[in-house]
């Protein structure tokens, strides 16, 4: 149980082009869902927090007019990288809360975004 | 705030060593921790986590992990490394009170090799 499905797990788009990630929880209803971004041989940076039904919160640093987030559903959030660039290419993760716990998280398997 | 250190970048074992990768951490209040191993272009997958109780936590293959609140640790241990356990291991927490959010901290990510 809890499992979260990320796709793509790989894109390679244009420079100025949009690039849609969707994230959704099979399983449960993921109230809380959270993006991430991780540079090569680094570790995750929070993105931005998105509730079901509400406005993400966004990191300090995060630009949310580029990183366009949307938590329609209670299975579904996506991550849209708008007019992306080559600096914008990176491994993004997405993760999700499950049960009534205040600790149960479980991630995607993340999506390689190349910008060309 | 929440902080997360992981000392070591790399930590070179050889198969069948007790393998032991290190965390401290930082809360105002009391902690959930939590360890992820990632595979090469993938999410993370979840080891153990310690929320209360016995400061000894078992979890998936065969690792577990100390919590000491006097050292503010939560070091990752293995009694005998495969090759198979080759791969990016991160320490994260959550402060427990509301206030702090929902959101895990992560450590820099510490890369386990272990060789035959």
């Known amino acids: 149980g809890a499992v979260v499905s990320q796709h793509p797990s790989w894109v390679i788009c244009k420079s100025g082009t949009s690039v849609k990630i969707e994230c959704r929880s099979l399983d449960f209803q993921a109230t809380t869902m959270f993006w991430y971004r991780q540079f090569p041989k680094q570790s995750l940076m929070l993105m931005a927090t998105s509730n079901e039904g509400s406005k993400a919160t966004y990191e300090q640093g995060v630009e949310k007019d580029k990183f366009l987030i949307n938590h329609a559903s209670l299975t579904l959030s996506t991550l849209t990288v708008t007019s992306a660039h080559p600096e914008d290419s990176s491994f993004y993760i997405c993760s999700a809360r499950w049960g009534n716990q205040a600790y149960g998280y479980t991630f995607g398997s993340g999506t390689r975004l190349t910008v060309v | 705030a929440q902080s997360v250190a992981q000392p070591e970048d790399q930590v070179n074992v050889a198969e069948g060593n007790p393998l032991t990768v290190k965390c401290t951490y930082s809360?105002?209040?009391?902690?959930?921790l939590f360890w992820y191993v990632q595979y090469p272009n993938r999410g993370l997958q979840f080891l153990l986590k310690y929320i209360t109780g016995d400061n000894l936590v078992k979890g998936s293959y065969g690792f577990e992990a100390e919590f000491n609140k006097s050292q503010t640790s939560f070091h990752l241990k293995k009694p005998s490394a495969l090759v198979s356990d080759s791969a990016l291991y991160f320490c994260a927490v959550r402060d427990i009170p509301l206030a702090a959010g929902n959101k895990l901290t992560f450590g820099g990510g510490t890369r386990v090799l272990v060789k035959p």
């Open positions: 809360v105002s209040g009391n902690p959930y």
